[in-house]
């Protein structure tokens, strides 16, 4: 089968195809209308979310002037930065200018100075950078979603926390003081927005800032593994299970959970207490933070054994 491609009805005509055919052609299926005058040919499987986007934002940026950048979500899909819990019905684009936004249906067109260490090229569309994206997200979405956003951009190496202050402190706008809060609490180390997520639930549940990433050792230097949050003083190691996706649970193969619980016993026997949590446990953070808190004070007269080691802050 054909890979997907965008073409314009300016395009179809020029081929041969006419406004009628190209009527039956989406009636039928075989292609898809992704907006007025755009088309996707031999849709194949059903895209993701994040694909969808991607497929409307580059039809939406040829229809318009070449002025525009993609930005926002938008930017962010192009760059492959998650969005988890955005809203991607519409496309986001900025122009420079200082007025003149407006909301369509499947457009959301920001109004904004751009400076152009601002903008870059990817794959032929102009989009703003990883560190403008970041901060007009930290500015504009919530704590938790730009929290998300920045640890992925961090641990990808497409930004450096330096270049993301450097966007605030040079560049003020309205939320640069939501967007420094947030910059002062990424961290790298979070492997996935699950891991993210819970250092929120954690910062607002009040609990001391876990180590991220350390790695266990028994008194004898064998390594027992590296742990997703220690808690050090409280003698409490936390794993976030990535594997088991929000509305989505399914069975683990049986010699993986085998491992995980050796690995977890290990751990116990050193004096440590190990508590584990998913996607769904995020839905209630306030039943988290009870669970490490009740994990704490069944470690308090634990005596512990063996060390453990940082990984260095990305």
Not at 283 to 305: C, E, K, S
């Amino acid at each position: 089968m054909d890979a997907p491609q965008l073409i314009s009805r300016r395009q179809a005509l020029a081929s041969g195809i006419s406004d009628s055919e190209l009527q039956r052609l989406c009636r039928s299926g075989q292609w898809r209308r992704v907006r007025a005058g755009h088309y996707l040919t031999a849709p194949g499987p059903e895209l993701t979310p994040a694909g969808r986007h991607l497929i409307l934002a580059l039809a939406t940026c040829e229809a318009m002037s070449d002025d525009v950048v993609a930005s926002h979500c938008s930017a962010l899909v192009v760059h492959g930065l998650p969005t988890w819990s955005l809203p991607l019905e519409r496309v986001h684009v900025t122009r420079n200018r200082s007025n003149g936004g407006r909301i369509r249906r499947q457009l959301v067109l920001h109004a904004a100075l751009l400076a152009p260490d601002e903008i870059t090229l990817v794959n032929g569309l102009r989009v703003t950078t990883v560190p403008r994206t970041v901060i007009d997200l930290a500015r504009s979405a919530s704590f938790e979603q730009a929290v998300a956003i920045g640890d992925s951009a961090l641990r990808q190496g497409l930004t450096t926390a330096d270049e993301l202050r450097e966007q605030v402190s040079h560049r003020r706008r309205r939320g640069s003081v939501k967007a420094a809060r947030v910059i002062d609490f990424l961290d790298g180390r979070s492997e996935s927005v699950g891991e993210s997520r819970s250092r929120v639930v954690i910062q607002q549940g009040l609990l001391p800032a876990p180590e991220l990433q350390a790695r266990i050792f028994t008194d004898d230097e064998v390594c027992v593994g590296r742990v997703d949050f220690l808690f050090a003083d409280l003698g409490v190691i936390g794993e976030f299970d990535e594997r088991v996706e929000q509305h989505n649970e399914f069975h683990l193969p049986a010699q993986l959970v085998t491992a995980e619980q050796k690995r977890d016993d290990r751990l116990r026997a050193l004096g440590w207490m190990v508590v584990r949590w998913t996607w769904a446990d995020l839905a209630d953070p306030a039943h988290l933070i009870r669970r490490l808190r009740a994990a704490a004070d069944a470690a308090a007269g634990v005596q512990r054994t063996g060390h453990w080691t940082s990984t260095p802050k990305v």
